[in-house]
């Protein structure tokens, strides 16, 4: 009796160490219910964009559209304000990204929050924020006055707009890299008798020149989608301050649904362009390795 209860007794621990027939089908119903999700938000997120530019493209609107006058001023006026736009986003952005990066200083981190805080603003609310600076009877409309400059509802305006928010974009990831540079390599090229300025350049940069460049990509895919801040400081007038997502506005507005698509889909090509190149060419590698700091 001892024996064959410590026969089955055996036997039962041997048939529970071995695995449940119904374990890899549920492993695979793991798996099928994953890539389920995951197809379906994709297609959610991807059709939407795919509709509109095939939609433009195949019902010749995008090449009429490229023949408007209206939509050839609103592109050149766009590629004229995000190129001056990015050229101020570097020429201040990137000493402000190097002293955050490198330096510790009382508030750096209210800086750093405020540099940040034009991401995650409402469009519309940057826009009143600029105007209430920059307006007729904004904060600094009295030293603008004595110098004959209105900064309102002019091209001037409209870059003023990109650069507000797209700059912290750069902002941030020009920090990130830089301070990813070894120190160490800095330290023994001073060593060698490197300036401070042949250092940067020629030791910062190209070591930071994923993040740099992957910085400068974004703020420009970012003012080139700029809307809201623009529409309320800068206004919609053809010409002067009405770039191509003003343009996708007025269409709708006002019933040019065609010309409204296809103008969409201009946007959507830059933007997918950017991104693609983004990836194929590793820019802003340094974000993806070490995260937002």
């Given at each position: 009796?001892?024996?064959?209860a410590?026969?089955?007794?055996?036997?039962?621990?041997a048939a529970?160490d071995q695995p449940s027939?119904v374990?890899?089908?549920?492993?695979r119903w793991?798996e099928?219910?994953l890539?389920?999700l995951?197809?379906l938000?994709?297609?959610f997120?991807?059709?939407p964009?795919?509709?509109?530019?095939?939609?433009?493209?195949?019902?010749?609107?995008l090449?009429?559209?490229l023949?408007s006058p209206e939509?050839?001023d609103?592109?050149w006026?766009s590629l004229?304000?995000?190129?001056?736009s990015?050229?101020?986003?570097?020429?201040?952005?990137l000493?402000?990204?190097?002293?955050?990066a490198?330096r510790?200083?009382?508030?750096?981190?209210?800086v750093e929050?405020?540099v940040d805080?034009?991401i995650v603003l409402?469009?519309s609310?940057?826009?009143?924020a600029l105007?209430?600076v920059y307006?007729?009877r904004?904060?600094?409309?009295a030293?603008?006055q004595?110098?004959g400059?209105s900064?309102?509802f002019?091209?001037?305006a409209?870059?003023?707009?990109m650069?507000?928010?797209?700059a912290?974009?750069?902002v941030r990831?020009a920090?990130?890299?830089?301070a990813s540079?070894?120190?160490d390599?800095?330290d023994?090229?001073?060593?060698?008798g490197a300036s401070?300025?042949?250092?940067f350049?020629?030791v910062?940069?190209?070591?930071?020149?994923?993040?740099?460049?992957?910085?400068?990509?974004?703020?420009w895919a970012?003012s080139?989608?700029?809307?809201g801040a623009t529409?309320?400081?800068?206004?919609n007038?053809?010409?002067r301050?009405?770039?191509l997502?003003?343009?996708?506005?007025?269409?709708f507005?006002?019933?040019?649904?065609d010309a409204?698509i296809a103008?969409?889909?201009i946007?959507?090509?830059?933007?997918f362009?950017?991104?693609?190149?983004?990836r194929?060419f590793?820019w802003?590698?340094v974000?993806d390795v070490?995260?937002v700091?």
């Amino acid at each position: 009796m001892t024996t064959d209860a410590a026969g089955r007794s055996g036997d039962g621990a041997a048939a529970t160490d071995q695995p449940s027939p119904v374990a890899p089908h549920r492993g695979r119903w793991g798996e099928w219910s994953l890539t389920a999700l995951a197809g379906l938000f994709a297609l959610f997120l991807g059709l939407p964009v795919a509709t509109l530019v095939a939609r433009a493209i195949l019902d010749g609107s995008l090449r009429v559209a490229l023949a408007s006058p209206e939509v050839l001023d609103a592109l050149w006026l766009s590629l004229i304000t995000t190129a001056t736009s990015l050229v101020i986003t570097v020429v201040l952005g990137l000493p402000l990204a190097v002293v955050l990066a490198r330096r510790q200083f009382r508030g750096k981190g209210l800086v750093e929050a405020v540099v940040d805080l034009p991401i995650v603003l409402p469009p519309s609310v940057a826009g009143l924020a600029l105007l209430l600076v920059y307006g007729r009877r904004g904060l600094l409309s009295a030293p603008f006055q004595l110098l004959g400059i209105s900064v309102p509802f002019t091209t001037v305006a409209v870059v003023l707009a990109m650069t507000f928010v797209s700059a912290p974009f750069f902002v941030r990831s020009a920090r990130i890299g830089i301070a990813s540079v070894d120190r160490d390599l800095e330290d023994a090229a001073r060593v060698d008798g490197a300036s401070e300025r042949h250092l940067f350049r020629s030791v910062t940069v190209p070591l930071a020149g994923a993040a740099l460049a992957g910085g400068l990509v974004m703020a420009w895919a970012r003012s080139l989608g700029e809307f809201g801040a623009t529409i309320m400081f800068a206004g919609n007038v053809q010409g002067r301050t009405q770039t191509l997502p003003l343009v996708v506005y007025s269409e709708f507005q006002g019933g040019g649904l065609d010309a409204s698509i296809a103008a969409a889909a201009i946007l959507v090509l830059a933007a997918f362009g950017v991104l693609v190149a983004v990836r194929v060419f590793h820019w802003g590698r340094v974000l993806d390795v070490r995260g937002v700091a």
